[in-house]
C-alpha cells in the first residue's frame, strides 16, 4: 500500500483502474511507458522489442482486430487483420488485402506490452509496441463479437502470448 501511496500515478490508476492510460501520462507529464510499468501485477507483460517480428507474425494469424493510433491530437481506430509485413528500406512494410497497411520503424521498438485490464468496465486486452521514446508506436486490440464481448479464440491467443514472454522474463529475472 505504501508504494501507491507514495507514486502519484499508481493512485491515479487505483482510483481509475478503467480510466485512458495517455490521460493519466499527459496528467503527471510522463511517458505511456511509465504508466504501463506502474499499472497493477499482472496487467502489463514487458517483452524487448527486438521480438517485434515475431510478435506481429503470431498477430497476422488472429482474423479481425482492432488497431489503434492514440496521439494528443486524436484517436485513429480500424478494424481488420494485420497482414504479413517484411523489412526493406528501413521500414518493416505490411501490405496485403486489408485496411491496415503501411510502413512502421520496428527498429524504434523499445517494448512490447500485453495488456489486460479494464477499460470502461469491460475487459480489454492488447498488445502495444512502445518507442525508444516511450511513447506507443501503436496498439492492437482483441477484437469484439457483436454483444461487445471479446472474441474468445484471440483472447486465448493473446493469453498464450502472455504466458510466453512471461515465462521468458522470469527467467531473464
Not at 95 to 113: E, K, N, T
Request: include cysteine.
Amino acid at each position: 500500500m505504501t508504494e501507491i501511496a507514495n507514486d502519484p500515478i499508481r493512485q491515479a490508476l487505483a482510483e481509475k483502474p478503467d480510466g485512458i492510460l495517455e490521460a493519466v501520462a499527459e496528467a503527471h507529464g510522463v511517458s505511456l511507458q511509465a504508466v504501463l510499468d506502474r499499472l497493477p501485477d499482472g496487467a502489463a507483460i514487458r517483452a524487448p522489442g527486438r521480438l517485434f517480428e515475431e510478435i506481429w507474425n503470431d498477430l497476422t494469424g488472429w482474423g479481425e482486430i482492432m488497431f489503434i493510433v492514440h496521439t494528443r491530437d486524436g484517436v485513429f481506430e480500424c478494424k481488420g487483420s494485420l497482414p504479413p509485413g517484411t523489412f526493406g528500406r528501413g521500414s518493416f512494410n505490411i501490405h496485403g488485402d486489408s485496411p491496415i497497411g503501411g510502413h512502421l520503424r520496428a527498429d524504434r521498438c523499445r517494448f512490447v506490452y500485453f495488456v489486460d485490464r479494464p477499460f470502461f468496465g469491460r475487459r480489454s486486452c492488447s498488445v502495444q509496441f512502445v518507442n525508444e521514446d516511450g511513447g506507443v508506436m501503436f496498439k492492437v486490440f482483441v477484437g469484439r463479437n457483436a454483444d461487445r464481448s471479446l472474441k474468445e479464440d484471440q483472447v486465448a491467443r493473446f493469453e498464450a502470448l502472455c504466458d510466453r514472454y512471461r515465462a521468458a522474463a522470469d527467467e531473464a529475472a
